[in-house]
């Protein structure tokens, strides 16, 4: 049983994270009111437990003791401890984990793998114990406070945490990075070309290949200023904020990896992408992505692997997709988007479900394993947080995570983000390139004030990966030269 008590409906959740980070690991916010997946923003208040898979391949909890198993096995033992029999919710957290899943916890998910490590300190995978959330509805207008029972003590905290944001200052003026590096152009057109040969080979369908940004700022930025700057640069419905110790990741994206709301997981991928850009006819362009040939072929071919992943997890002759190839509009992207559903084994454990899609097919690529060994062959360092997850797991099993990408990584003064593209067998390496380059713009946004961030086309970045100073940063629209899209 919940309790529950009433906020005023405009309780600024970023300035409650602020007054006190490590109690308030977790939020979520569906910033694209226009989309049907934009409901609700959650605020999740940790009692302090923690599961952690750090880069010894070792699963510790918070008292630095080393488990059993890999991670996922951890958190599943973690959740049948507590777990409840679930109830009609009225409110989608209900008590349960924050979880943070990076990239590299592939490599427990499928063993074959060798993955390198990712830059940075952050930690492979991380689930904090949440007995305690803020939750604003969009629909209603309402924000109320919940905790698991025997947890008043959190709300006491919230409510004293509220009247402590009402006194916060508001965010320091920006101070944009002073350096900020892009990986080498050559290497990434290298890169496609080397997956195109894969390609004829036979060994792949198609492979998402990404390349990075490295940001250095004079002195460490906060990394609520930094979401709240990309949030409106790149609204989306599973935007969020995940906050360690001297650590963060911020994100923008677009899309859900998996949801279980009792006995329905659904997977959302994306799959087919077209820049937008102010003055667009943007009735023309997406009926340029939704009807070329290729792009409803390739779309379809990842919605296979989706279904493929979920039939793992739900009961034989209940996977089925039930939304095809609809288009959502962001703020610099058109996307296909589809659903795809089944119907949960009753025995199926969160773990499990996690497993069965992570990482998500629409940024490793078709067939999974081989693309992601691929992957570690030619970006030869590892993605973190990118194209990893982050959501929630409630004690009764319903879980909601995400995939990272339009994400970064704040570590002390420095920030990195990586964006990619799917390359297939007519794929042309430039035109790769300024794909990556445009799914970059949102981040790039939120780092740099207006006016300084478009002041460099394109193809003076690619003469010269390192570059000083907001004044030579940033990149204009790539030319529109109606190629086939990337995924991610």
Known sequence: MLITRQLSPDTD??????????RYPLLLQSV????????WDLLLASNGEALELGRDGATRNAAGEVLEGGFLDALDAAWRDIRLPREEPRWPFRGGWALLLGYELAAQVEPVLRLPQAEGRLPVARARR????????????ECIAVAETGFDALLDAIASDLAAAQRLPGFASWQPPQALDEDPPQAFTDGVARILDYLVAGDVFQANLSRGWRARFDRAPDPAALYARLREANPAPFAGLFAGEGWAVVSASPERLVSVRGEVVETRPIAGTRPRFPGDDDAARMRELIGHPKERAEHVMLV?????????VCTPGSVEVDELMTIESYAHVHHIVSNVRGRLRADAMPGEVIAAVFPGGTITGCPKVRCMQIIAELERSGRGAYTGAMGWLNRDGDLDLNILIRSAELEGAQARFRTGAGIVADSDPQRELDETRAKARGMLQALYPAG??????AEQASSSPRRRGPSVVGFQEPEDTGSPPSRE
């Not at 694209?32 to 409901?39: L, N």
């Not at 296979?304 to 793992?312: F, S, T």
């Open 452 to 457: 300084e961030s478009g002041e460099r086309g």
């Open 13 to 22: 959740l970023l300035s409650l994270h602020r007054v006190a980070p490590t």
């Open 32 to 39: 694209a009111h226009g989309t049907a997946h934009a409901r």
């Open 130 to 141: 949440c007995p305690a959330a803020v939750l604003r509805d969009h629909a209603s207008g």
């Open 304 to 312: 296979d692997l989706e279904r493929n992943d979920l039939g793992r």
